[in-house]
């Protein structure tokens, strides 16, 4: 019994993770409506960027926080501005994956040549010391990440319910056209909301990077479960992207420990099909489907 | 006096004019990975063979000839068949050395055999590259096999006697990444294992890019497993070790197969007090016996001189002892012609433990060097020390607290 708690546990630590990195990624895909493949080099960038933050001055991963979120909002604001805009009338939308496509490669081998391939570990302050409940041990940083994961999803959930910005982004997602008929500047709430899904992504760096060794290839290792998780959820839902995570992690960790570890992508892969085949839009997905996507 | 001078500026002028036969020079391939992912120790193993070659220019060249070195740039599957091609047709090269990956090395070598170009592997360990049957490649180093064997032979000699059990009693996994570097050694591993009458309790693969380990050392720690053999790159090994730490798994030994297991970053990601008594197996490295590995410290001081630093890894190491190995047959044979290459490097006879790397070189089945040896090593206060075989050893073999 201890063992399977402890399977569980693992599992909803791992759905933590998965769900930190990949709110970003659903609030981009379900409302600037674009398949973003350098997501994961986001997170790379992210990581690389508390890294320096944290071994040049000296600081807590954590305080990298100050500097790698509004690091990251820039920088998707430009993406979103430089990239994907002049693209966005293309008839043909397919365009805009290749050029994050385009994109994840270039960010790549651009930290291959600043930061060679080897790794690079950011001081993990204690973070990686386990705290044991009963016969559960746990991870501080792994809890640490769990609890922000949450704050996030509802504070991203209040900021899209409750507020002026929210509100125009919402609306857009609904209907492009009729939110610019009623006087909202489109191109200027698509570049806030690439921001944001991109700061979300400044977040998950911080804290993913005390606890996972940084490498040029380390975001293709994250992005395709947060895709997965994504999809799962339904597209640009925050609370379904959560709950994704967390089946997901749980999915992963007792297919790991009951059938084998190499079986763990086939039973999450698996769980994504299905979903794909029986409910395209999603766990959580309102009519929008992958096809209104691109 | 001043006729050295004039010839020599008139050799020096037709050099930069690039006057096409003004040398008595032999052009070889150097074949690596200079870009890409592989860079780092792709460019490290492009020393070993620079240096072996800058050794024999000073001592005259080969057959009288200079060596002229002509990089190709490997940097994926592609790119190396292009580059063995442009260095064999438009370079005219009369053999190829490499490659330090696999991969790279399986596809390009393939080239060189249709043109009838001796290959010369000095750093790939995969079972392919050998395993083709094909008649111009031949390996000098080590291989996935050897690393196998080592690892098993650790196990016996080392392990079960510092314990003080028996090593048929002991409890042990194999977990591996799934790529055909981990696959292939596990493979020997569990022949080795089953030779020597070892019980092995879990076979589990997983894949590379795993960001999650917690399941397989949840289930290692629960079968009460003794000693793990775990051949990985450098993410699962971090990875393997930070949450096998975590868990409070304490295996009686852990054995790595070369990979993250032997890079320094590794153990500053994971802790010195973590990764400290960790056990690896590779090719020889700098710290050992050096009355085993006669001349390692010319080729250090040759090292430190030409580039400035020590060196990185032991890949420098194994590619230089492979190249003069063969450069130094190729001296003493009589013309460059493919046959000739070929026959003169089938009858070299090195005995063990006369190179800087302490194995010998004498070509077997499927022209592998049949006495290329790994070593085994040991994570102590830091350093990654030689500890078996015994008289390869520089440090004492310690048994984890």
């Known amino acids: 019994m201890d063992v399977f708690l402890q399977v569980v546990v693992n599992g909803l630590m791992l759905g933590g993770l998965f769900a930190i990195t990949s709110v970003g990624l659903t609030l981009i895909f379900g409302i600037v409506k674009v398949v973003n493949f350098a997501h994961g080099e986001f997170l790379m960038i992210g990581m690389y960027a508390a890294f320096l933050v944290t071994t040049q001055l000296g600081v807590h991963p954590y305080a990298a926080v100050v500097a790698v979120t509004p690091l990251l909002f820039v920088l998707g604001m430009m993406t979103q501005k430089f990239l994907i805009e002049p693209l966005m009338s293309a008839r043909n939308h397919d365009i805009q994956i290749f050029a994050t496509v385009g994109l994840s490669t270039a960010l790549i081998n651009l930290a291959l040549l600043l930061f060679g391939a080897d790794i690079a570990s950011t001081p993990s302050y204690g973070l990686r010391n386990s705290i044991e409940i009963g016969s559960i041990r746990l991870l501080t940083g792994q809890v640490v990440m769990f609890i922000v994961a949450v704050v996030l999803v509802i504070g991203l959930h209040f900021f899209l319910q409750h507020t002026q910005a929210g509100r125009g982004i919402r609306a857009v997602a609904q209907n492009r056209a009729a939110a610019q008929l009623m006087g909202i500047n489109v191109s200027r709430v698509y570049m806030i909301t690439f921001g944001l899904g991109a700061a979300c992504v400044g977040v998950a760096a911080t804290l993913v990077a005390p606890l996972y060794p940084t490498s040029p290839g380390i975001g293709t290792y994250f992005v395709l479960t947060a895709f997965v998780v994504v999809v799962l959820g339904g597209l640009g839902s925050i609370g379904g992207a959560f709950l994704g995570a967390m089946i997901i992690g749980l999915i992963d960790s007792l297919s790991g420990f009951y059938i084998g570890s190499d079986m763990r992508e086939v039973a999450v892969f698996g769980v994504f099909l299905l979903i794909l085949i029986l409910r395209p839009q999603g766990l959580f997905g309102g009519r929008q489907t992958l096809s209104h996507v691109s | ?401």
Request: some cysteine; hydrophobic content about 40%.
């Open chain 2, 1 to 401: 006096m001043r006729l050295d001078v004039m010839l020599r500026t008139t050799v020096a002028a037709c050099a930069i004019l690039g006057a096409p036969g003004a040398f008595a020079d032999v052009t070889f391939g150097a074949l690596y990975p200079f870009s890409g992912q592989l860079a780092l120790l792709g460019e490290e193993s492009a020393r070993g063979l620079e240096l072996a070659v800058d050794e024999m220019n000073a001592a005259g060249g080969v057959q009288g000839e200079q060596i002229v070195l002509e990089r190709g740039d490997a940097v994926d599957n592609n790119q190396a068949i292009g580059e063995a091609r442009r260095l064999i047709s438009r370079e005219e090269v009369k053999a190829i050395f490499g490659s330090y990956s696999s991969s790279r090395s399986i596809a390009a070598s393939q080239v060189a055999e249709l043109n009838g170009i001796p290959y010369f592997e000095l750093g790939a360990v995969a079972d392919e590259v050998t395993g083709r049957g094909l008649e111009y490649l031949f390996r000098v180093n080590p291989t996935a096999e050897n690393m196998g064997e080592t690892i098993i032979n650790m196990v016996v000699d080392k392990v079960a006697p510092g314990a003080g059990v028996a090593a048929g009693d002991l409890k042990i996994a194999i977990i591996h990444e799934d790529s055909s570097y981990g696959t292939s050694v596990a493979g020997h591993q569990k022949r080795f294992a089953e030779e020597k009458g070892l019980n092995i309790v879990v076979e589990q693969s997983y894949p590379a890019s795993t960001v999650d380990m917690s399941s397989i050392v949840l289930d290692l720690k629960q079968r009460g497993v003794d000693v793990v053999l775990q051949c990985s790159y450098q993410n699962d090994s971090v990875l393997f070790l930070q949450q096998a730490h975590e868990a409070d798994f304490k295996p009686l030994a852990i054995i790595g197969g070369g990979g993250g297991y032997s890079m320094q970053p590794t153990a500053e990601a994971v802790g010195h007090d973590v990764i400290d008594g960790v056990l690896n197996t590779d090719f020889t490295q700098y710290i050992v016996n050096k009355e085993f590995t006669p001349g390692i410290d010319d080729f250090l001081a040759a090292y430190q001189e030409k580039y400035g630093t020590a060196p990185r890894s032991g890949h420098s190491l194994t590619n230089y002892v492979g190249a003069m190995a063969v450069l130094q047959a190729l001296n003493e044979a009589d013309g460059f012609e493919a046959d000739t290459i070929l026959e003169t490097v089938r009858g070299i006879d090195i005995a063990e433990g006369s190179t800087a790397a302490g194995y010998g070189v004498k070509f077997g089945e499927n022209n592998q060097n049949v006495r290329a040896r790994m070593m085994g090593l040991q994570w102590q206060d830091g350093k990654l020390v030689t500890v078996y075989p015994d008289d390869a050893a520089a440090a004492e073999f310690r048994m984890n607290k």
